[in-house]
Structures are given as C-alpha cells and as structure tokens.
C-alpha cells in the first residue's frame, strides 16, 4: 500500500513546474511633445490563460541606465500619465496599448513589467520617453522590394507578336503574288 | 526561294534579338533576391514555480536548492530575485543565492544574474543557479511552523 501511494505522490503529482512569461519588443520609445498622447503596441505571451499583473517604474529624470533596482519611482511622480491594462486575462497571446502623457518636457527611463498573477516569473520592457524632441529622433533605413518595371522581360513577347505579324504579312503577299 | 529566304533570316534575326535581351528577368539586371523573416525582439524566460526546503531550524543553513533559469526569448536579460510584497514574516528574508557554488551567499536583495540570449533563435539558454535558506544568523525566536511558505518573483529585464 505504501509502495502505492509513493507511486502516485511521485509520479501522478508532479509539484514543480516551469511558467514562462514573454513579452515584445524589448524597448518601446515615446517621442513627442508635452500634454501630447503617445501611443505604442507590446505584445504579452503565456502558456495557456492567465491573468496579468502591470506595474511600471521609473529612474530619476535624466538617468537612462538599464539598472532595475534604480527604477523605483511611480510614473506620478514625474508627473507622467501612463495607460496601459494592469490587470488583464490573456490566453496565449495578446497586444495592448500603452500610451503615454507627460507634463514636463524631458527625457525619461521607464520599465513596464508584467506578472503571471500567482507565479513567479515577471518580465519588464524597457520604456524610453523623450519630450518636446530633446533628443534626436530615432531613424531607420527600410529595405524595400525593388518594384521597377523591368522592360527586357516583356520585350520578348513583344519580337514574337512582331515576328507573328511579320509571318503573316509574308504569307499574305506570297497568295497575292 | 528568295521568299524562304527572307523569311529564314528574319525568324533568325528575332531569335538573336530575343537571345540578346534574355527572357528569363535575372539576366537583366544579375539581381538575386534574397528572403529571411526578422523577428521582433522579445524577451522570454522561465523559472520552476515550487522550490521546498524541508525541514530547517534557527542555527543551521538549509540543503542548497538547484533551481533551473531559461531564457528563451531572443535577448541578453538580467535577472533577480524579491520576495511578494504579501509576505510579512521573516524567515524568507534569510534566502541567499549562488551563481557559481564557489562564490559566498548573496542575499536575496542583492542576487542579480546575467542569462545571454540563447544561440540560435527558437533556442533556449539554461542557467542554474544554487538557492538556500540561510537561518545560521537567525536570532529570533522560532515557533513550529508547517508548510511555511513565500512567493519568490524572478523579474526578467533586457541588459
């Protein structure tokens, strides 16, 4: 009997398992003016339906490093509005916006960090928030599809009905003579 | 004669014309297109959810605990450990870690670990780490107490 109980306490109870938390992308920038709504997309990932606990933190005004224990001020009191789901049901996969409000012109480092309600994994994002254009606006070079109409692929075609035409011309004469 | 003979030259005449320009488009230009699919950035991790000391009294040092940390997202992450904000004893205060079994204790409030992004994208980078409870200082007084437990929250942040 022993025997069997210990067959089922170790192997129809497995008490440790692995809970995984992603989040995209790893930076989110909000670049704009003051009393100006900024908006961004993240993306939140789970294994199967959880609930999401949000909070954010914030560095001194001016520091940017990606140190978290340094980030323990409330958005409030940098005077930022930030609005974003701090408590969400998600099944697998989900996007939420986080928008972004400030009153005082200034560069600012943030992070948005999310929870699996009950489990202990969080993961963060770092946030980058730039007012009033302070600091230069970041760019980006975007590889297109080269689109150009491409004139020796058709030109084929086109000697073949030249050619068609041409034939048809020489036959034509041919009768007539 | 002369007919078949005009008509001969002029099909050939096409036929090096079309030769000339190529009908298939690479030859046009020597282009090679080139395809790849570009990921977004993200950060991805796991940690076991249950981790027991068994049993422990004031004075000693608990069994080391091996405690599994993957990244499998697709960036370098620092990670750390707190207790819950909802524990209000103090037993779970006295957890220290290990990156490397050589290395002292680090205190719970201290511990911070760097876990490189795997190498290959889809992949992921396992990370151990050592866990204790440290009560070989603990001075107060401790009542029996069964099944005592705390949230430990790992927090993943990109370096």
């Avoid at chain 1, 008490?15 to 900024?38: C, D, H, R």
């Avoid at chain 2, 205190?107 to 050592?130: A, C, H, M, Q, T």
Wanted: aromatic residues 8%; contains cysteine.
């Amino acid at each position: 009997m022993k025997k069997i109980i210990l067959f089922l306490f170790v192997f129809l109870f497995p008490l440790v398992n692995a809970v995984t938390l992603s989040m995209s992308p790893q930076q989110i920038n909000f670049i704009g003016n003051v009393n100006e709504k900024l908006c961004e997309e993240v993306t939140l990932k789970t294994e199967g339906e959880a609930v999401l606990l949000g909070e954010d933190k914030w560095a001194e005004k001016g520091y940017s490093e990606r140190k978290l224990k340094q980030h323990i001020l409330d958005s409030d009191e940098l005077k930022l509005d930030l609005e974003y789901p701090n408590n969400i049901k998600i099944n697998n996969n989900e996007k939420i916006n986080v928008c972004i409000v400030g009153k005082n012109k200034g560069d600012y480092h943030g992070i948005l960090l999310y929870r699996v309600e009950g489990k202990p994994v969080r993961v963060g994002i770092w946030m980058n928030v730039s007012l009033d254009g302070s600091v230069s606006k970041i760019t980006g070079n975007v590889i297109g599809e080269k689109k150009d109409f491409n004139f020796f692929f058709i030109a084929p075609i086109i000697l073949l009905i030249v050619l068609g035409f041409l034939l048809w011309m020489l036959k034509r004469k041919g009768k007539k003579l | 004669m002369k007919k078949n003979l005009t008509l001969i030259s002029l099909m050939l005449g096409v036929m090096v014309l079309i030769s000339m320009t190529g009908i298939v488009s690479a030859d046009a230009s020597d282009d090679m297109v080139v395809k790849v699919n570009v990921l977004e950035s993200e950060i991805s991790f796991s940690v076991p959810d249950q981790v027991s000391f068994g049993n422990i009294a004031s004075g000693y040092i608990s069994e080391r605990q091996d405690v599994d940390v993957i990244n499998d997202g697709t960036v370098d992450v620092s990670v750390s450990a707190d207790l819950s904000p909802d524990y209000n004893g103090t037993i779970f205060q006295n957890l220290a870690f290990r990156d490397i079994l050589e290395d002292p204790l680090t205190s719970i409030d201290f511990f911070e670990v760097e876990i490189l992004k795997p190498n290959n994208v889809g992949e992921e980078r396992d990370e151990r780490i050592y866990m204790y409870l440290d009560l070989s200082d603990y001075e107060e007084d401790i009542t029996e107490m069964m099944g005592h437990n705390a949230t430990v929250i790992f927090t993943a942040v990109p370096l």
